[in-house]
């Protein structure tokens, strides 16, 4: 991965303490932005997104896996973009049972336990991590 910023680095920012969101585009062009309930760390070319309600994201990732996630660092305010290409969804196993358990315990302290429904958790590898330029300065 050409990375200018290591994921191991950055872990603090897939806590789920401010939303992220991601950029996907289907093979006309459209644009698609969607919010993110959870970004998890996997390994250090991996992340994976929680499916909650991404009819369109599935859709165009299926047509052009190429996305943009971009991050919130809770402590500084800084914004850091990933960029990352679709490998696979998985509706099961260790990963997706991980991520249901944490959907479920922010969808219960919000009383939508009925909304916050996980599909799927979805792998992305990234390619590239870096911070996004602005007047935040970072945390001491």
């Known amino acids: 991965m050409n990375q200018g910023v290591l994921?191991?680095?950055i872990r603090d920012c897939m806590e789920g303490?401010?939303?992220a969101v991601v950029a996907s585009c289907a093979s006309d062009g459209t644009?698609?932005?969607t919010y993110l309930s959870k970004v998890m760390f996997v390994d250090a070319q991996h992340v994976a997104?929680?499916?909650q309600f991404f009819s369109k994201t599935v859709a165009n990732v299926g047509e052009n896996p190429?996305?943009?996630i971009t991050l919130i660092q809770p402590s500084s305010g800084r914004q850091l973009r990933?960029?990352?290409?679709f490998e696979r969804s998985d509706g099961s196993g260790e990963l997706f049972e991980q991520v249901r358990a944490e959907i479920d315990a922010i969808a219960s302290v919000m009383r939508m336990q009925?909304?916050?429904?996980?599909r799927s958790v979805d792998l992305y590898r990234v390619a590239h991590a870096e911070w996004i330029a602005s007047d935040a300065k970072p945390a001491p």
């Open 7 to 9: 994921l191991e680095q």
């Open 17 to 19: 303490v401010l939303p």
């Open 31 to 33: 644009p698609n932005v």
């Open 49 to 51: 997104l929680s499916n």
């Open 66 to 68: 190429q996305v943009q």
């Open 82 to 85: 990933l960029d990352a290409r």
């Open 114 to 118: 009925h909304v916050f429904r996980l």
